[in-house]
């Protein structure tokens, strides 16, 4: 469990690391956290030649309400997002599904920016990304463009970054008041979800019910429609495609995902 040899060079800005990354092309990784790339590099799943580190530069660091968005910097790490009073009130499921990653040394050191473009459909702030409707501003060597929540993850690990991009920002409309639920089914306290479930004022999101989180389409229009939360549960596994591995096969996550809707829906707070 040793990774192959690379290079190291630190960008101290985000213009200095879209130059990196053009000068380096595919031999090259972003660093940010580390926490899902480092492990790739051990088991050999991702062999870079060249690491780029951005986590030390400042303007992809903070927290910030601008207009009527959250703003969150790409490299904000998960406890920073867990523990910020502005989120609590203008995103409070983004803070508290930050909360929820891993462990403290996890959130110590994870950023927003890293969990997004890892792109893991089982990871809980791209689920509640989705959910809160967010958007990521991507920055290239022809400037920045902003995709949205659900059409930045493309596939299984899988998202809209181009090669020669970065994430600097994570965008969220803010809602002070606005009613969310959030249930994440684990066997260990510190694992990814089996099953996730994020509700944010009749939008739905679930996490590992298929190669990307998923809006749940059909509970969405049945809500909008008059029905219960127990009756618009029960259509949460529509239109997903789960996969099968040791912790739960296709049906079992169906019902969870049944389940932890309506547990999201009817424990909303705001
Ligand atoms: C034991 C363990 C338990 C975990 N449990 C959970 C969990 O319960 N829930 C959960 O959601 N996650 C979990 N994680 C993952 C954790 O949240 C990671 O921090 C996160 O997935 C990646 O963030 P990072 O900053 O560490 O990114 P890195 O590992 O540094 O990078 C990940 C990928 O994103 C790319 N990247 C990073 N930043 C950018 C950027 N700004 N722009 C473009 N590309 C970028 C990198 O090149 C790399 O391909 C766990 C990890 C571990 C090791």
Redesign the pocket.
């Known amino acids: 469990m040793i990774a192959a040899s690379f290079d190291y060079v630190a960008a101290d800005s985000v213009a200095g690391a879209i130059e990196l990354l053009a000068e380096h092309g595919e031999d090259a ?11 790739m590099m051990k088991l050999r799943l991702a062999t870079p030649e060249v690491l780029i580190d ?1 986590g030390r530069i400042e303007e ?1 660091r903070g927290i910030t309400a601008e207009g009527s968005d959250l703003v969150i910097g ?2 904000t790490r ?1 406890g920073e997002l867990a523990a910020s009073a502005l989120a609590a009130e203008l995103a409070p499921l983004l803070a508290h599904a930050a909360a ?4 403290p040394q ?1 959130r110590h ?3 927003i ?3 997004l ?2 792109g ?1 459909p089982a ?3 791209p689920m509640a990304l989705v959910a809160l409707g967010g958007s990521v501003v991507l920055a290239g060597p022809d400037g920045t463009r902003t995709v949205g929540a659900d059409d930045f993850f493309t596939g299984y690990f899988e998202t809209a ?1 181009d090669p020669g ?4 920002q994570v965008r969220v409309p803010a809602a002070p008041g606005r009613p969310w639920g959030y249930q994440k089914f684990t066997r260990r306290a ?3 979800a089996i099953v996730g479930v994020a509700a944010a004022d009749g939008r739905i999101a679930l996490a590992n019910m298929g190669p990307v989180p998923i809006r749940a389409r059909a509970v969405e229009a049945a809500l909008a429609g008059g029905a219960s939360p127990a009756q618009a549960a029960q259509a949460a596994a529509e239109g997903t495609s789960p996969g099968q591995d040791i912790h739960a096969d296709r049906g079992y996550r169906e019902h969870l995902a049944r389940v932890l809707t309506r547990r999201a829906l009817e424990g909303q707070t705001s």
């Not at 991009?165 to 600097?168: D, F, G, H, P, V």
């Open positions: 990784k972003l660093l940010a956290g580390g926490h899902s790339l480092l492990p951005i992809l790409a490299a998960h929820q990653v891993g462990d996890i050191r994870g950023t920016g890293g969990s473009a890892h893991d990871a809980d702030l970054l991009e970065l994430l600097t510190n694992d990814w």
